[in-house]
């Protein structure tokens, strides 16, 4: 009932004259409602006072029509205004704080429906009538409703600006134009807005074009991406097959040596028992044997001794000890070294092709060209506060502006103990984890200087290919020498190009995989960018030649 009477409110009971409330409701005989008031007062401005007519659906009546007030309609305001439902029926049609008001009304002023730029006002639907039926203020742009036209007005001489003066770039009114403004290059601001309007098309085909490229090169790349992963998928599936056949050929030679050893042992073991049994035979034999000669021995009786002693049966003849030849105990360790000498020739060509499949799959070259086009103002924004961590340092290095700066020296420091100290390498890295996006710039003098990212986890004791920066699947380095560079991962050593530069700054996208370094001076160069899977927090790093005492690096401050 309430949305009913909402309903209402807004189609019944508002007079389509003054917009308000309806006052002492009249019913023409056409059917439409008005205030009594304001239907009187449109009759009396009527031109032809003979013939009257209906606001809304302009049917005439003659003579006049006698008004009376509508009770039923009266009636039902006064009941909707008691109930409070007629609050939004009011409200609607007036101007809010966020609305454009009519500039004609008095007192509480309605909506603007439309604005006239040549007034320069805003009319409610009411006092625009005039423009939409006077043929003079037909020839005016009516506009949606606009809280900025007194923009168009000239603050000095109160005109409407037509004008624009293209010496000066501003609107200006025709009084300007002979006045403050005379002899500068002036047209019409429809003029001016003409050659904007085609400078503004020939920038939206422009723009529209640039859109064309950019949608034409996001095909490519994921083009791009569904062909990376198709022969990603294709080189996953095809190894796994080559590697589950190695793997299965693995399997049947080991069973065939496993066979071979057994039956090997088999046939020897056979061997050895036989001989085994022949010779405890002969052991049964010699005791029994022995045991007669020692009875007879004790035989007291000459003639009986001598009688006896030709009954004896003869010895057989026996195996001699020469003759039995017994195996080495190492018999099977050269089976044992012939394994052993097959896993290591694997274990070399694995090292060896698994280097090269690595540095393949490690150096697919970045797609997105972001990084490249990024500036060093819009580099800074990922700049972290980056210190170096005392307990990694190497003993012939010292660290000092705050754990920032780092020297090579020549003798060793007292250091106490540290498992997470390098032990021979001249190494030290960053205290802090490095996920997200992070950049940081290295500044180095008196010499070279590598610059590195690792795995926290990488082998600090000894001086292995295991604990050096570049020289594992653990780290990256970047060596910076007086005239060249070289980028080093898993022992593998890359030639760079670029312009030399004691400051070197490093870009890591830890969630893309990127890893970039630049040569940084007035311009800021590319040195070297991989694209790679992180799978753990990475940590700065830094690498000095155990030759060169004085050398320095230092973690720059960023702002």
Same mark, same amino acid.
């Given at each position: 009932?309430?949305?009913?009477?909402?309903?209402?409110?807004?189609?019944?009971?508002?007079? %389509?004259?003054?917009?308000?409330?309806?006052?002492?409701?009249?019913?023409?005989?056409?059917?439409?409602? +008005?205030?009594?008031?304001?239907?009187?007062?449109?009759?009396?401005?009527?031109?032809?006072?003979?013939?009257?007519?209906?606001?809304?659906?302009?049917?005439?009546? !003659?003579?006049?029509?006698?008004?009376?007030?509508?009770?039923?309609?009266?009636?039902?305001?006064?009941?909707?205004?008691?109930?409070?439902?007629?609050?939004?029926?009011?409200?609607?049609?007036?101007?809010?704080?966020?609305?454009?008001?009519?500039?004609?009304?008095?007192?509480?002023?309605?909506?603007?429906?439309?604005?006239?730029?040549?007034?320069?006002?805003?009319?409610?639907?009411?006092?625009?009538?005039?423009?939409?039926?006077?043929?003079?203020?037909?020839?005016?742009?009516?506009?949606?409703?606009?809280?900025?036209?007194?923009?168009?007005?000239?603050?000095?001489?109160?005109?409407?600006?037509?004008?624009?003066?293209?010496?000066?770039?501003?609107?200006?009114?025709?009084?300007?134009?002979?006045?403050?403004?005379?002899?500068?290059? !002036?047209?019409?601001?429809?003029?001016? &807005?003409?050659?904007?309007?085609?400078?503004?098309?020939?920038?939206?085909?422009?723009?529209?074009?640039?859109?064309?490229?950019?949608?034409?090169?996001?095909?490519?790349?994921?083009?791009?991406?569904?062909?990376?992963?198709?022969?990603?998928?294709?080189?996953?599936?095809?190894?796994?097959?080559?590697? !589950?056949?190695?793997?299965?050929?693995?399997?049947? &030679?080991?069973?065939?040596?496993?066979?071979?050893?057994?039956?090997?042992?088999?046939?020897?073991?056979?061997?050895?028992?036989?001989?085994?049994?022949?010779?405890?035979?002969?052991?049964?034999?010699?005791?029994?044997?022995?045991?007669?000669?020692?009875?007879?021995?004790?035989?007291?009786?000459?003639?009986?001794?001598?009688?006896?002693?030709?009954?004896?049966?003869?010895?057989?003849?026996?195996?001699?000890?020469?003759?039995?030849?017994?195996?080495?105990? &190492? $018999? $099977?360790?050269?089976?044992?070294?012939?394994?052993?000498?097959?896993?290591?020739?694997?274990?070399?060509?694995?090292?060896?092709?698994?280097?090269?499949?690595?540095?393949?799959? @490690?150096?697919?070259?970045?797609?997105?060209?972001?990084?490249?086009?990024?500036?060093?103002?819009?580099?800074?924004? +990922?700049?972290?506060?980056?210190?170096?961590?005392?307990? !990694?340092?190497? @003993?012939?290095?010292?660290?000092?502006?705050?754990?920032?700066?780092? @020297?090579?020296?020549?003798?060793?420091?007292?250091?106490?103990?540290?498992?997470?100290?390098?032990?021979?390498?001249?190494?030290?890295?960053?205290?802090?984890?490095?996920?997200?996006?992070? +950049?940081?710039?290295?500044?180095?003098?008196?010499?070279?200087?590598?610059?590195?990212?690792?795995?926290?986890?990488?082998?600090?004791?000894?001086?292995?290919?295991?604990?050096?920066?570049?020289?594992?699947?653990? %780290?990256?380095?970047?060596?910076?020498?007086?005239?060249?560079?070289?980028?080093?991962?898993?022992?593998?050593?890359?030639?760079?190009?670029?312009?030399?530069?004691?400051?070197?700054?490093?870009?890591?996208?830890?969630?893309?995989?990127?890893?970039?370094?630049?040569?940084?001076?007035?311009?800021?160069?590319?040195?070297?960018?991989?694209?790679?899977? $992180?799978?753990?927090?990475?940590?700065?790093?830094?690498? $000095?030649?155990?030759?060169?005492?004085?050398?320095?690096?230092?973690?720059?401050?960023?702002?």
């Amino acid at each position: 009932m309430a949305q009913q009477g909402n309903q209402l409110d807004r189609k019944k009971i508002c007079c %389509s004259i003054c917009l308000d409330l309806l006052k002492d409701p009249v019913t023409i005989s056409c059917g439409h409602s +008005y205030c009594m008031k304001c239907i009187k007062s449109h009759w009396d401005t009527e031109k032809n006072m003979k013939i009257y007519s209906c606001p809304q659906c302009r049917q005439t009546f !003659t003579p006049r029509p006698v008004l009376r007030k509508n009770t039923m309609l009266a009636d039902l305001v006064e009941e909707l205004k008691k109930t409070g439902l007629l609050a939004a029926c009011a409200d609607h049609c007036y101007a809010g704080p966020e609305d454009v008001a009519c500039d004609v009304c008095i007192g509480r002023k309605l909506k603007a429906c439309k604005s006239c730029l040549q007034c320069p006002a805003s009319y409610c639907e009411k006092h625009l009538q005039p423009h939409l039926e006077a043929p003079p203020l037909k020839k005016h742009k009516l506009v949606e409703p606009s809280k900025k036209l007194q923009e168009n007005v000239c603050c000095r001489h109160d005109e409407v600006m037509k004008i624009f003066c293209r010496t000066d770039q501003q609107s200006i009114c025709y009084l300007c134009s002979v006045d403050e403004h005379k002899g500068h290059d !002036t047209v019409s601001a429809a003029a001016e &807005r003409s050659e904007r309007q085609r400078e503004l098309e020939v920038s939206r085909q422009n723009i529209q074009q640039r859109i064309q490229d950019r949608e034409k090169d996001v095909k490519l790349l994921q083009q791009e991406v569904e062909a990376i992963n198709g022969s990603a998928d294709k080189t996953v599936g095809n190894s796994e097959k080559i590697f !589950t056949e190695l793997i299965r050929l693995m399997e049947k &030679r080991r069973s065939d040596v496993k066979q071979q050893v057994r039956s090997q042992q088999q046939t020897e073991v056979s061997r050895v028992r036989e001989l085994q049994e022949k010779l405890e035979q002969e052991i049964t034999e010699l005791k029994r044997t022995d045991a007669e000669l020692e009875k007879l021995s004790h035989t007291e009786d000459h003639n009986q001794f001598l009688h006896d002693y030709p009954s004896l049966s003869p010895l057989s003849e026996f195996t001699h000890s020469s003759s039995i030849k017994i195996r080495p105990l &190492r $018999f $099977f360790e050269d089976v044992t070294a012939a394994v052993s000498e097959v896993r290591d020739k694997l274990q070399d060509v694995l090292r060896e092709k698994g280097t090269n499949i690595s540095q393949t799959v @490690t150096e697919v070259d970045f797609l997105l060209s972001e990084p490249e086009n990024m500036t060093r103002a819009e580099f800074l924004k +990922y700049s972290c506060d980056i210190t170096l961590d005392p307990n !990694t340092t190497y @003993t012939r290095l010292i660290l000092s502006d705050g754990n920032r700066k780092v @020297t090579l020296m020549s003798k060793h420091q007292s250091y106490s103990s540290h498992l997470d100290r390098f032990t021979d390498c001249g190494q030290v890295l960053s205290k802090e984890n490095l996920t997200g996006r992070c +950049y940081w710039e290295v500044e180095r003098r008196r010499g070279g200087v590598c610059v590195a990212v690792t795995h926290k986890n990488i082998r600090r004791a000894g001086s292995s290919d295991q604990c050096v920066f570049g020289c594992n699947d653990k %780290s990256w380095r970047l060596d910076c020498d007086y005239n060249s560079y070289n980028f080093y991962y898993n022992n593998v050593s890359t030639p760079v190009s670029g312009p030399q530069s004691s400051r070197v700054g490093v870009y890591l996208d830890h969630r893309a995989g990127i890893l970039s370094f630049y040569s940084i001076s007035k311009t800021m160069t590319l040195l070297h960018r991989v694209q790679t899977t $992180f799978t753990q927090p990475l940590h700065a790093g830094l690498w $000095f030649d155990n030759c060169w005492s004085g050398v320095s690096a230092e973690l720059c401050k960023l702002k």
